[in-house]
């Protein structure tokens, strides 16, 4: 299997590098039809036309667009993105700052969203046929229109400001470190031994994963509903009740295992889209991560960010699909076999 | 399932609601009395105080670096750094003698090396910094000693001074950039100031230690920590929750309503930014009738109240009370029916209305669109159309200088220093990118008084030239903006004119 895993890791990388060539192309076009000037931009507002001209010249935005790319090609290769305009900061070196941060929000928020959606989606199955069901089934549509700067919203006026339990702005309390190992915060504090620092960076977490885990979460527990429906018409369910099996234990030991793996996929692919809903929800909680700079970046016309960025959420999109893939291999012996 | 609920008006009557529920709560946080935690609304750009000219960020630059000179709370110009200067008349020269016991938080001695070097050689050096065209008159700074220095410029420059208080210019160490490099620099910044940077995380927080070995008055909190909150909305939830003492520029509703909280105090203060429309010489606006009737016909009383709550002034001039360039005596009046007797003469009606584009931004300064929509509202009343165009403040300077900025713009103009040269003197200099306005008439008056070393000629120049510009249709001031403080009743700060908020002036009671 592990050899299986290797060839399907090994050709998926592969594939990805045309993917990655042709979505940085695109974006590198699409942010030069804007009608902004990147080189008047970078130089202060009282720059002559001259010193734009000099800076165009020296930014290679007067060569033809090709070109242009290639220039920028070569330098992202080498780990060269350029040059933030507004922070006036290795965008490359901004990026990697700030990336932690949201790869751990988001692995968080996804925890919570299989948590909340596979067990929302028994549940939802388990009330099949009940009075409840009805309910349970405009409870999920209500949960499912609920944009993530919504609940983050709702959150932050609940637990934040009502109630007061939880914090809602940046990572860890006023007067705490903090630690820089990895750039992931949790692990961090618990490498350097600041169980305080932990404590409260996972008290910061839990708003802002927690509107992000709603927003999504929905969605698996209808899939998950919908799969454990064609999974119980399959002749093995009936086999299990002919053997006498408890409908706990249909459910939980074969039913459900067969039924997570198109829920499998569908998280690969929500997973994505829950990565790129970090952008508001980190606005909203001054969450300092990738998203946040986005925000600012695309505020302020700062094409080399917004650049980086967008093609480090594309390679994160590859990973993240590259990984489900490799895991719906390990959980589905069929596709072992071929 | 649509909502149409949108997310700030949610979070203002989620807000306001807290208000009546969690009072007793939201006070039961105390802040110890040396350590305090603001809310505010933006990071700084960089940590290199020379590179961007960014207004929002001056009272944390300010916290860390020092300027060579300084402003009082009611803007009049004191030493600091240099504690003696001396403008020769002709304004091509200026004498200065540094204090001998300033030392930089790594211990070095501030000396006219630095100073030489942050005004004179890092701008020589092409590292495209902002000051590079603050101090483009610089052709050297001659060392006398470690404490004097003389700084020649190639044309006259009758706001050095000023500027030496304004925007990017900070104190930096020589000896520690060119030793550790800048990218160092930016990481682990070295000023003078009353505060050293203890801790920054990008686009989340900034933690101020005090400096115990400032050469001047010692900041009375030892810890401030700054969280950045873009959002008006999380800064007005997390005052009210507790989790900031201090916060600024929240909506002025809000506002008023924490004025009634208590434990709460809320001000608002009229501050040195001017909200004006910005104007074209040329198109529909090459008629002066035309731009004297748009100007005649905005209610500038009932823009202040309907978006201010009364507490923006209405300005006639390019200049906010009790600044230098002030004409209290002078008012442009608000005259619908004067408006469209002036249309009237150029054939314009409201049957046959004048057309123009009208620039706006969104979200640039508190209720930037909502005011221009009512602006074209006035205007529609009176007979001139206006063509609404939503721009991207990062677009203006392009926009402007490629000449395609339509004939009005509303826009906000900051001048922390109050002087007349940086208000009407850069909004109508037609050598400059600050304004569409490019007219030979009034850029001549006002390049002579750029030339003007004289102070009080200077400023009488600047008196005359406002009314002249506004008598003219070249410019329409509209509201002197405010800042918006909410914070503990028991944390007190220095109030300035021109709206810094600074962490060294916080003090509990």
């Not at chain 1, 220039?71 to 700052?97: K, P």
């Not at chain 1, 910061?204 to 919908?226: D, E, N, W």
């Not at chain 2, 509202?377 to 203006?396: C, H, N, P, S």
Request: proline share 7%.
């Amino acid at each position: 299997m592990i050899a299986l895993l290797l060839t399907l890791i090994v050709r998926r990388l592969l594939s990805a590098v045309p993917i990655l060539l042709i979505v940085s192309a695109l974006l590198f076009c699409v942010l030069r039809i804007l009608p902004v000037d990147p080189a008047a931009m970078s130089l202060p507002p009282n720059a002559t036309i001259e010193e734009i001209e000099a800076q165009r010249r020296a930014m290679g935005l007067d060569q033809p667009l090709p070109q242009q790319y290639a220039i920028w090609l070569r330098g992202a290769l080498h780990g060269d993105f350029g040059r933030s305009i507004a922070l006036r900061r290795d965008a490359g070196e901004l990026v990697a700052q700030t990336l932690p941060a949201t790869i751990q929000l988001a692995a968080c928020a996804m925890a919570i969203a299989a948590i909340l959606g596979l067990g929302g989606g028994l549940l939802l199955f388990h009330l099949r046929g009940t009075v409840l069901e009805p309910l349970a089934d405009l409870a999920s549509i209500v949960l499912l229109s609920i944009p993530e700067f919504l609940w983050g919203l709702i959150l932050l006026f609940v637990f934040g400001v009502l109630l007061q339990w939880l914090p809602f702005t940046g990572q860890v309390a006023p007067g705490l470190p903090l630690p820089h190992v990895t750039g992931f915060l949790l692990l961090d504090s618990l490498l350097v031994g600041r169980f305080d620092v932990f404590l409260s960076a996972c008290r910061h977490l839990v708003l802002p994963a927690l509107a992000l885990g709603l927003a999504f979460s929905p969605t698996i527990m209808r899939v998950l509903r919908s799969s454990l429906f064609d999974v119980y018409l399959e002749d093995y369910i009936v086999q299990a009740r002919l053997r006498g099996l408890s409908e706990g234990r249909i459910l939980l030991g074969h039913a459900f295992k067969n039924a997570s793996l198109p829920t499998l996929t569908l998280a690969g692919v929500q997973f994505g889209i829950l990565f790129s809903g970090t952008l508001l929800v980190e606005v909203i909680y001054s969450y300092p991560g990738m998203g946040n700079l986005m925000v600012d970046a695309v505020r302020n016309a700062d094409l080399p960010l917004i650049q980086a960025i967008g093609l480090t959420y594309c390679v994160v999109v590859l990973l993240i699909n590259t990984a489900v893939d490799s895991l719906y291999v390990v959980l589905n012996p069929k596709l072992r076999v071929r | 399932m649509a909502f149409k609920l949108k997310r700030r008006s949610f979070l203002q009557l989620a807000a306001a609601a807290a208000a009546g529920v969690s009072a007793p709560l939201g006070r039961a946080v105390a802040a110890g009395n040396d350590a305090a935690t603001v809310g505010w609304p933006n990071d700084v750009p960089t940590w290199d105080p020379n590179q961007r000219f960014t207004p929002d960020a001056q009272p944390i630059f300010k916290a860390v670096f020092d300027q060579p000179l300084d402003q009082d709370p009611s803007l009049k110009l004191i030493p600091s750094l240099i504690k003696a200067w001396n403008l020769e008349p002709d304004g091509t020269s200026m004498a200065v003698e540094l204090r001998d016991d300033v030392t930089f938080h790594n211990g070095d001695t501030m000396t006219t090396e630095d100073f030489r070097y942050t005004f004179l050689e890092r701008i020589k050096a092409g590292l495209k910094l902002d000051t590079a065209n603050s101090w483009k008159k610089v052709d050297d700074i001659v060392i006398e000693s470690p404490t004097k220095a003389t700084m020649k410029f190639n044309a006259p420059a009758p706001t050095a001074p000023q500027w030496m208080a304004f925007l990017g210019s900070y104190m930096v160490p020589k000896k520690y950039i060119e030793g550790q490099g800048l990218d160092n620099f930016v990481k682990n910044p070295v000023g003078t100031g009353p505060y050293r940077l203890a801790e920054y995380e990008l686009n989340s927080r900034i933690v101020l230690e005090r400096n115990d070995k400032y050469w001047g008055p010692k900041a009375k909190i030892g810890r401030v920590t700054i969280e950045i909150i873009k959002d008006p909305s999380a800064r007005v939830a997390a005052i009210q929750s507790g989790q900031t003492d201090f916060t600024v520029n929240v909506p002025v509703r809000e506002a008023q309503r924490f004025e009634r909280e208590p434990g709460l105090a809320a001000e608002l203060d009229p501050i040195t930014r001017v909200i004006l429309i910005q104007m074209r010489a040329d198109l529909a606006f090459a008629d002066k009738n035309v731009r004297l009737a748009a100007h005649h016909a905005i209610d500038k009383a009932a823009l202040s109240k309907a978006f201010y709550g009364g507490a923006a002034v209405p300005l006639s001039v390019l200049a906010t009370p009790g600044s230098p360039g002030y004409l209290p005596d002078f008012s442009f009046k608000y005259d619908p029916a004067l408006a469209k007797e002036l249309l009237a003469k150029s054939n314009f009606s409201t049957a046959n209305p004048v057309k123009i584009g009208f620039a706006t931004t969104n979200g640039q300064f508190p209720s930037d669109y909502d005011i221009a929509r009512a602006i074209v509202q006035m205007w529609k009343q009176v007979g001139i159309e206006a063509d609404l165009q939503v721009i991207e403040y990062a677009k203006y300077f392009e926009l402007n200088r490629g000449n395609k900025l339509p004939e009005t713009t509303l826009y906000s103009w900051d001048n922390a220093t109050g002087d007349p040269e940086i208000f009407s003197g850069y909004q109508l200099n037609p050598k400059m990118p600050f304004s569409p306005w490019k007219d030979e008439d009034i850029g001549n008056r006002v390049l002579a008084l750029f030339g003007t070393a004289d102070y009080d000629k200077r400023i009488a120049g600047y008196k005359e030239l406002e009314r002249y510009a506004v008598e003219n249709g070249a410019t329409v001031p509209l509201l002197q903006s405010v800042i918006t403080v909410v914070r503990k009743k028991n944390l007190a700060f220095t109030k300035y004119a021109n709206g810094w908020v600074l962490p060294q002036t916080l003090r509990w009671s």
